[in-house]
Protein backbone atom coordinates (compact mmCIF):
# COMPACT_ATOMS: atom_id res chain seq x y z
CA UNK A 1 0.00 0.00 0.00
CA UNK A 2 2.77 2.49 0.96
CA UNK A 3 6.29 2.27 -0.55
CA UNK A 4 7.79 4.12 1.85
CA UNK A 5 7.81 1.99 5.57
CA UNK A 6 9.33 2.72 8.93
CA UNK A 7 12.85 1.37 9.03
CA UNK A 8 13.65 -0.57 11.88
CA UNK A 9 16.74 -1.02 13.06
CA UNK A 10 18.08 -3.51 15.73
CA UNK A 11 20.23 -1.25 17.93
CA UNK A 12 23.33 -2.76 19.93
CA UNK A 13 25.30 -4.34 17.19
CA UNK A 14 23.53 -6.94 16.99
CA UNK A 15 24.62 -8.16 20.40
CA UNK A 16 21.05 -8.48 21.68
CA UNK A 17 17.49 -9.44 19.89
CA UNK A 18 15.68 -7.07 21.70
CA UNK A 19 14.93 -3.76 20.26
CA UNK A 20 16.39 -0.88 22.06
CA UNK A 21 15.62 1.98 20.13
CA UNK A 22 14.46 2.57 16.63
CA UNK A 23 15.01 5.15 14.17
CA UNK A 24 12.95 6.72 11.68
CA UNK A 25 11.42 9.88 10.59
CA UNK A 26 9.26 12.26 12.64
CA UNK A 27 6.67 12.72 9.62
CA UNK A 28 6.90 9.08 8.91
CA UNK A 29 6.26 8.21 12.57
CA UNK A 30 3.35 10.70 12.76
CA UNK A 31 1.60 9.91 9.73
CA UNK A 32 1.79 6.11 10.36
CA UNK A 33 -0.08 7.00 13.71
CA UNK A 34 -2.22 9.27 11.95
CA UNK A 35 -3.37 6.96 9.64
CA UNK A 36 -4.97 4.24 11.52
CA UNK A 37 -6.32 6.21 13.69
CA UNK A 38 -8.86 8.20 11.52
CA UNK A 39 -11.67 9.11 13.66
CA UNK A 40 -14.94 9.66 11.42
CA UNK A 41 -17.58 12.53 11.95
CA UNK A 42 -20.69 11.25 10.13
CA UNK A 43 -22.69 13.91 8.61
CA UNK A 44 -24.98 11.65 7.49
CA UNK A 45 -27.87 13.12 5.44
CA UNK A 46 -29.34 11.05 2.90
CA UNK A 47 -30.19 7.43 1.46
CA UNK A 48 -25.68 6.80 1.06
CA UNK A 49 -26.30 6.41 5.12
CA UNK A 50 -27.26 2.74 4.35
CA UNK A 51 -24.29 2.13 2.34
CA UNK A 52 -22.01 3.92 5.29
CA UNK A 53 -23.82 1.38 7.69
CA UNK A 54 -22.83 -1.44 5.44
CA UNK A 55 -19.32 -0.41 5.14
CA UNK A 56 -18.68 0.48 8.64
CA UNK A 57 -20.24 -2.27 10.11
CA UNK A 58 -19.46 -6.29 9.71
CA UNK A 59 -18.49 -7.62 6.80
CA UNK A 60 -16.36 -4.71 5.35
CA UNK A 61 -15.58 -2.95 8.74
CA UNK A 62 -13.78 0.07 8.37
CA UNK A 63 -11.89 -0.90 11.53
CA UNK A 64 -9.79 -2.81 10.15
CA UNK A 65 -8.37 0.72 9.07
CA UNK A 66 -8.78 2.54 12.36
CA UNK A 67 -11.67 4.42 10.74
CA UNK A 68 -14.74 2.75 12.88
CA UNK A 69 -14.81 4.56 16.09
CA UNK A 70 -17.44 7.65 15.01
CA UNK A 71 -17.53 10.76 16.83
CA UNK A 72 -20.44 12.63 17.20
CA UNK A 73 -18.58 15.98 18.73
CA UNK A 74 -16.36 17.28 15.75
CA UNK A 75 -13.68 18.71 18.41
CA UNK A 76 -12.81 15.18 18.77
CA UNK A 77 -12.69 13.83 15.14
CA UNK A 78 -10.51 14.01 12.35
CA UNK A 79 -12.20 12.97 9.19
CA UNK A 80 -15.62 14.92 8.49
CA UNK A 81 -17.03 11.98 6.15
CA UNK A 82 -19.93 14.05 4.29
CA UNK A 83 -22.46 11.01 3.46
CA UNK A 84 -25.87 12.58 1.28
CA UNK A 85 -27.06 15.51 -0.53
CA UNK A 86 -26.36 18.85 1.30
CA UNK A 87 -28.69 21.30 0.55
CA UNK A 88 -28.27 25.13 0.91
CA UNK A 89 -30.15 25.33 3.87
CA UNK A 90 -27.72 22.68 5.60
CA UNK A 91 -24.39 24.44 4.20
CA UNK A 92 -24.02 27.05 7.30
CA UNK A 93 -24.33 23.32 9.33
CA UNK A 94 -21.95 21.30 7.27
CA UNK A 95 -19.13 24.69 7.66
CA UNK A 96 -19.77 25.17 11.56
CA UNK A 97 -18.79 21.57 11.71
CA UNK A 98 -15.85 21.58 9.81
CA UNK A 99 -14.64 24.74 11.45
CA UNK A 100 -15.15 23.33 15.05
CA UNK A 101 -12.74 20.30 14.03
CA UNK A 102 -9.27 20.28 15.64
CA UNK A 103 -6.36 20.16 13.08
CA UNK A 104 -5.50 18.01 11.67
CA UNK A 105 -8.40 17.29 9.74
CA UNK A 106 -9.47 15.55 6.65
CA UNK A 107 -12.78 15.42 4.60
CA UNK A 108 -14.13 12.47 2.62
CA UNK A 109 -17.14 13.28 0.21
CA UNK A 110 -19.00 10.20 -0.06
CA UNK A 111 -20.99 9.37 -3.01
CA UNK A 112 -22.73 11.16 -6.02
CA UNK A 113 -24.09 13.97 -4.50
CA UNK A 114 -21.20 14.99 -1.85
CA UNK A 115 -18.67 15.09 -4.87
CA UNK A 116 -20.74 17.04 -7.47
CA UNK A 117 -24.21 17.48 -6.28
CA UNK A 118 -25.02 14.20 -8.12
CA UNK A 119 -28.11 14.36 -10.27
CA UNK A 120 -29.53 17.19 -8.62
CA UNK A 121 -28.82 20.74 -10.20
CA UNK A 122 -31.77 22.96 -8.87
CA UNK A 123 -32.21 25.84 -5.84
CA UNK A 124 -31.68 23.23 -3.50
CA UNK A 125 -28.64 21.12 -3.83
CA UNK A 126 -24.72 22.43 -3.38
CA UNK A 127 -22.82 21.32 -6.14
CA UNK A 128 -20.75 19.17 -4.24
CA UNK A 129 -19.13 19.86 -0.80
CA UNK A 130 -16.04 20.79 -1.92
CA UNK A 131 -17.97 24.54 -2.88
CA UNK A 132 -17.88 24.59 0.78
CA UNK A 133 -14.55 22.57 2.38
CA UNK A 134 -11.49 21.22 1.46
CA UNK A 135 -11.81 17.50 -0.14
CA UNK A 136 -9.36 15.12 0.39
CA UNK A 137 -10.68 11.88 -0.99
CA UNK A 138 -13.69 11.71 -3.42
CA UNK A 139 -15.64 8.41 -3.39
CA UNK A 140 -17.73 8.18 -6.85
CA UNK A 141 -21.10 6.05 -6.78
CA UNK A 142 -24.63 6.40 -6.39
CA UNK A 143 -24.30 4.60 -4.06
CA UNK A 144 -20.58 3.64 -3.78
CA UNK A 145 -19.95 -0.05 -3.17
CA UNK A 146 -18.42 -0.98 -0.30
CA UNK A 147 -15.19 -1.63 -2.05
CA UNK A 148 -14.70 1.40 -3.16
CA UNK A 149 -15.07 3.44 0.15
CA UNK A 150 -12.45 1.17 1.71
CA UNK A 151 -10.39 2.38 -1.32
CA UNK A 152 -10.85 5.61 -0.52
CA UNK A 153 -10.14 5.44 3.23
CA UNK A 154 -6.85 3.20 1.82
CA UNK A 155 -5.83 6.19 -0.81
CA UNK A 156 -6.83 8.82 2.37
CA UNK A 157 -4.72 6.78 4.73
CA UNK A 158 -1.39 6.62 1.95
CA UNK A 159 -2.16 11.14 1.95
CA UNK A 160 -1.98 10.65 5.33
CA UNK A 161 1.05 8.79 5.37
CA UNK A 162 2.84 10.74 2.87
CA UNK A 163 1.85 14.36 3.93
CA UNK A 164 3.91 16.47 6.33
CA UNK A 165 3.23 16.77 9.98
CA UNK A 166 4.03 19.68 11.29
CA UNK A 167 4.32 19.51 15.59
CA UNK A 168 4.62 23.15 15.80
CA UNK A 169 2.73 25.15 13.14
CA UNK A 170 2.05 28.70 12.37
CA UNK A 171 -1.57 28.70 15.08
CA UNK A 172 0.33 26.91 17.47
CA UNK B 1 -63.91 1.52 -7.47
CA UNK B 2 -66.37 0.12 -5.62
CA UNK B 3 -70.06 0.63 -5.88
CA UNK B 4 -70.01 2.50 -2.52
CA UNK B 5 -67.31 4.66 -3.87
CA UNK B 6 -69.43 5.80 -7.23
CA UNK B 7 -72.65 6.41 -5.31
CA UNK B 8 -70.53 8.53 -2.59
CA UNK B 9 -68.93 10.47 -5.94
CA UNK B 10 -72.88 10.42 -6.91
CA UNK B 11 -73.91 11.99 -4.34
CA UNK B 12 -71.38 14.45 -3.73
CA UNK B 13 -71.84 15.95 -7.18
CA UNK B 14 -75.38 16.46 -6.54
CA UNK B 15 -74.57 18.23 -3.51
CA UNK B 16 -71.77 20.33 -4.59
CA UNK B 17 -74.04 21.82 -7.47
CA UNK B 18 -77.02 22.21 -4.63
CA UNK B 19 -74.26 23.92 -2.78
CA UNK B 20 -73.52 26.29 -5.85
CA UNK B 21 -77.47 27.51 -5.98
CA UNK B 22 -77.71 28.08 -2.65
CA UNK B 23 -74.58 30.29 -2.24
CA UNK B 24 -75.53 31.76 -5.92
CA UNK B 25 -71.85 30.55 -6.78
CA UNK B 26 -73.00 29.29 -9.86
CA UNK B 27 -73.11 32.65 -11.98
CA UNK B 28 -68.97 32.92 -10.76
CA UNK B 29 -68.05 29.04 -10.80
CA UNK B 30 -66.49 27.12 -13.31
CA UNK B 31 -67.67 23.72 -12.01
CA UNK B 32 -66.72 20.74 -13.43
CA UNK B 33 -66.73 17.12 -12.31
CA UNK B 34 -65.12 13.95 -13.56
CA UNK B 35 -64.15 10.85 -12.39
CA UNK B 36 -59.94 9.95 -12.57
CA UNK B 37 -58.40 7.11 -11.38
CA UNK B 38 -60.86 6.58 -9.31
CA UNK B 39 -60.49 9.81 -7.78
CA UNK B 40 -63.53 12.52 -8.26
CA UNK B 41 -62.52 15.21 -9.43
CA UNK B 42 -63.63 18.90 -9.26
CA UNK B 43 -62.96 21.76 -10.89
CA UNK B 44 -64.14 24.93 -8.85
CA UNK B 45 -64.10 28.89 -8.78
CA UNK B 46 -61.82 29.79 -5.99
CA UNK B 47 -64.32 31.40 -4.11
CA UNK B 48 -66.53 28.22 -4.18
CA UNK B 49 -63.52 26.03 -2.58
CA UNK B 50 -64.37 26.60 1.00
CA UNK B 51 -67.95 26.15 1.20
CA UNK B 52 -66.93 22.65 -0.97
CA UNK B 53 -64.43 21.62 1.64
CA UNK B 54 -67.38 22.53 4.59
CA UNK B 55 -69.70 20.26 2.54
CA UNK B 56 -67.23 17.59 1.81
CA UNK B 57 -65.80 17.31 5.42
CA UNK B 58 -69.36 17.64 7.72
CA UNK B 59 -71.71 15.78 4.96
CA UNK B 60 -69.66 13.13 3.62
CA UNK B 61 -66.37 12.41 6.25
CA UNK B 62 -63.99 12.96 4.43
CA UNK B 63 -62.12 13.75 7.46
CA UNK B 64 -58.13 13.65 5.90
CA UNK B 65 -56.59 16.67 4.58
CA UNK B 66 -53.91 14.58 2.01
CA UNK B 67 -51.88 17.15 0.54
CA UNK B 68 -52.71 20.46 -0.94
CA UNK B 69 -50.03 21.82 -3.85
CA UNK B 70 -50.10 23.65 -7.38
CA UNK B 71 -49.52 23.52 -10.88
CA UNK B 72 -47.87 26.00 -13.24
CA UNK B 73 -49.18 26.26 -16.33
CA UNK B 74 -46.88 29.12 -17.78
CA UNK B 75 -49.17 31.22 -20.86
CA UNK B 76 -52.38 30.24 -19.46
CA UNK B 77 -54.42 32.63 -17.86
CA UNK B 78 -55.28 32.28 -15.04
CA UNK B 79 -51.84 30.69 -14.44
CA UNK B 80 -52.22 28.41 -11.55
CA UNK B 81 -54.25 25.40 -10.82
CA UNK B 82 -54.42 24.70 -7.08
CA UNK B 83 -54.84 20.72 -6.00
CA UNK B 84 -55.96 19.63 -2.57
CA UNK B 85 -56.68 16.26 -2.06
CA UNK B 86 -59.35 14.96 0.36
CA UNK B 87 -59.43 11.16 1.89
CA UNK B 88 -62.78 9.60 3.96
CA UNK B 89 -61.82 6.86 6.62
CA UNK B 90 -65.68 6.15 6.08
CA UNK B 91 -66.12 5.48 2.51
CA UNK B 92 -62.65 4.81 1.84
CA UNK B 93 -62.42 7.08 -1.38
CA UNK B 94 -60.67 10.37 -1.97
CA UNK B 95 -61.46 13.32 -3.89
CA UNK B 96 -59.80 16.07 -5.67
CA UNK B 97 -60.27 19.77 -5.80
CA UNK B 98 -58.71 22.16 -8.43
CA UNK B 99 -59.17 26.08 -8.76
CA UNK B 100 -57.45 27.82 -11.52
CA UNK B 101 -56.06 31.30 -9.69
CA UNK B 102 -54.42 34.26 -11.61
CA UNK B 103 -50.67 35.31 -11.30
CA UNK B 104 -51.52 38.95 -10.41
CA UNK B 105 -53.06 37.96 -7.80
CA UNK B 106 -52.67 34.29 -6.68
CA UNK B 107 -55.33 33.81 -3.67
CA UNK B 108 -57.29 30.97 -2.19
CA UNK B 109 -58.90 31.07 1.48
CA UNK B 110 -56.91 29.25 3.96
CA UNK B 111 -58.30 26.26 5.25
CA UNK B 112 -56.71 26.08 8.41
CA UNK B 113 -60.10 26.79 10.01
CA UNK B 114 -61.28 22.94 8.56
CA UNK B 115 -58.70 21.08 8.75
CA UNK B 116 -55.05 21.73 11.15
CA UNK B 117 -52.69 19.82 9.25
CA UNK B 118 -53.62 22.24 6.02
CA UNK B 119 -51.06 25.10 8.10
CA UNK B 120 -48.29 23.43 7.25
CA UNK B 121 -49.02 22.31 3.74
CA UNK B 122 -50.18 25.68 3.07
CA UNK B 123 -46.38 27.19 3.89
CA UNK B 124 -44.82 24.39 2.14
CA UNK B 125 -46.95 25.08 -1.43
CA UNK B 126 -46.47 28.42 -0.71
CA UNK B 127 -42.99 28.04 -0.52
CA UNK B 128 -43.36 26.71 -4.30
CA UNK B 129 -45.84 28.33 -5.81
CA UNK B 130 -45.92 31.47 -4.23
CA UNK B 131 -49.62 30.94 -3.56
CA UNK B 132 -51.29 33.17 -0.88
CA UNK B 133 -53.38 31.69 1.51
CA UNK B 134 -55.72 33.69 3.01
CA UNK B 135 -56.35 33.53 6.51
CA UNK B 136 -53.04 31.55 7.15
CA UNK B 137 -51.47 33.87 9.98
CA UNK B 138 -47.72 31.91 9.32
CA UNK B 139 -46.48 31.58 5.77
CA UNK B 140 -43.08 31.99 7.00
CA UNK B 141 -40.65 29.61 4.77
CA UNK B 142 -40.92 25.99 5.93
CA UNK B 143 -38.74 24.48 3.69
CA UNK B 144 -37.11 27.01 2.41
CA UNK B 145 -35.29 29.78 4.40
CA UNK B 146 -35.57 33.08 5.37
CA UNK B 147 -34.07 35.70 2.63
CA UNK B 148 -34.94 33.08 -0.27
CA UNK B 149 -36.29 35.50 -3.36
CA UNK B 150 -38.63 33.94 -5.87
CA UNK B 151 -41.03 30.59 -5.68
CA UNK B 152 -38.32 27.46 -7.22
CA UNK B 153 -41.20 25.20 -7.96
CA UNK B 154 -42.64 28.49 -10.98
CA UNK B 155 -41.78 27.16 -14.38
CA UNK B 156 -39.75 30.75 -14.45
CA UNK B 157 -37.46 30.04 -11.84
CA UNK B 158 -34.11 28.96 -13.51
CA UNK B 159 -33.03 25.65 -12.57
CA UNK B 160 -29.65 26.50 -11.76
CA UNK B 161 -30.54 29.75 -10.05
CA UNK B 162 -28.44 29.03 -6.40
CA UNK B 163 -29.04 31.35 -3.34
CA UNK B 164 -26.18 29.77 -1.13
CA UNK B 165 -26.32 31.30 2.58
CA UNK B 166 -22.80 31.08 2.92
CA UNK B 167 -19.98 32.07 0.72
CA UNK B 168 -18.72 29.05 -1.84
CA UNK B 169 -15.73 28.37 -3.00
CA UNK B 170 -13.93 28.45 -6.05
CA UNK B 171 -14.70 24.72 -7.45
CA UNK B 172 -11.72 22.06 -6.42
CA UNK B 173 -8.96 20.98 -6.02
CA UNK B 174 -8.92 20.24 -2.25
CA UNK B 175 -5.93 20.51 -0.87
Known sequence: ??????????????????????????????????????????????????EFMAVSSTPYDTDRFGAALPRFSPRQSDLLMVVGTISHKQA?????????????????????????GGFYQNYAAVPGIDRLV??????PGCPPRPEMVIDGIMRLQDKIANSRHLIVNKDF | MTNSGAEVFDRVRTRLAAKEEEESLAGTARSSTTVSHGILVVDLAPAAVEPAVRALRDEFGFDVFL?????????????????????STQHKVRVRLKARVPASNPAVASL???????????????????????????????????????????????????????????GNPGR
Not at chain 1, 92 to 109: N, S
Not at chain 1, 134 to 139: L, Q
Not at chain 2, 69 to 74: C, I, L
Request: glycine share 8%; hydrophobic share 40%.
Open chain 2, 67 to 87: DVTAVDWPGREPRFDVVWHFY
Open chain 1, 134 to 139: PVDVYI
Open chain 1, 1 to 50: MNARTIPIQPAGGGKSQAFEYLTTRKDELVGWARKFSIFPYPFVTACCAM
Open chain 1, 92 to 116: PILVKVWEQMCEPKWAMAFGACATS
Open chain 2, 112 to 170: TGLYGSAAFMERECHDMYGIVFTGNADLRPILLYEGFVGHPLRKDYPKEREQPLVPLRD
